[in-house]
């Protein structure tokens, strides 16, 4: 027993021996963790004691960074700001756009006007020159004379333009009717003559009758197959009137001369020079 107990004994000592030995070795872990453990808590202080900078240097990078809604607003912000600016000149366009297509040429140059006149105005003068000299029956720019073997004939004082007006055929406008009634009294004495032109005008013929003896010069003018004047029906207020016309140019002292148109036996036997 008492071996037993001895036995015992150093077993329980051994295993106290033992037990020391693990409380050694589990002092040595211990030991051996404690720095892991100091280093858990130092990171761990120092994780903690970092944790605020980092939430700090959170807060100012948030406070930095706009937020979504922020940047929307603002991006929006400066687009309108843009359109703003882009819509004032918008109106200052159009109204220069508007100013430049209403001026003009004239706005800048003086209006040169052309004092010529058209070709119109100048037929309207000459018609209603001529009117005033049928109406007033002025004759101007010549005279009566003798001519060989003609009789009285009509010399030009002054100078004639080509198409320019000479002067009247006058005498009395009657109708056919009463033109043919004439002619055969007429005809019953020759030495009378006939001073009888017959025309047609607005598809009816008419006859101007100037063998009654005036102071008309237009009734004298001998005849001529290349007479310097034309015959030309002239209108006033729906009236014919039958006048002369220079067909050229006629100098100072010319006959005047014009064209009976008398074709017929009977008045070239009578008269020999409407041959010529």
């Not at 003798?146 to 100078?159: E, L, P, S, Y």
């Not at 029906?233 to 009236?239: E, K, P, S």
Request: charged share 35%.
């Amino acid at each position: 027993m008492h071996h037993e107990v001895k036995c015992q004994g150093k077993t329980l000592n051994e295993t106290c021996k033992r037990g020391d030995g693990k409380k050694r070795t589990v002092n040595t872990i211990e030991g051996a963790i404690k720095p892991e453990d100091q280093n858990d808590k130092e990171s761990g202080c120092n994780s903690s004691a970092s944790l605020p900078n980092q939430k700090q240097e959170a807060a100012e990078t948030q406070k930095s960074m706009p937020l979504p809604s922020d940047s929307t607003d603002a991006a929006n912000a400066k687009q309108a700001q843009k359109k703003v600016v882009k819509a004032k000149p918008g109106p200052r366009r159009k109204a220069q756009g508007k100013t430049s297509q209403n001026r003009k040429v004239t706005d800048y140059y003086p209006v040169r006007r052309s004092s010529r006149k058209s070709k119109t105005e100048l037929q309207t003068e000459e018609k209603r020159r001529i009117d005033e000299l049928i109406e007033s029956g002025k004759e101007e720019g010549m005279k009566i004379d003798f001519i060989d073997g003609k009789g009285r004939g009509v010399i030009a004082t002054r100078h004639f333009s080509r198409g320019e007006f000479v002067v009247e055929y006058h005498g009395d406008l009657i109708e056919i009717m009463d033109a043919k009634k004439r002619e055969a009294v007429y005809a019953q004495d020759p030495s009378t003559g006939c001073y009888m032109y017959y025309f047609q005008y607005l598809s009816k013929m008419y006859c101007v009758d100037a063998t009654k003896e005036t102071n008309r010069l237009g009734r004298l003018i001998n005849h001529s197959k290349c007479g310097n004047c034309q015959t030309k029906l002239h209108d006033i207020d729906g009236v014919p009137h039958l006048i002369l016309i220079a067909s050229r140019d006629i100098k100072v002292g010319e006959e005047l001369l014009y064209d009976y148109g008398d074709r017929s036996k009977a008045s070239i036997e009578a008269h020999p020079w409407l041959k010529h």
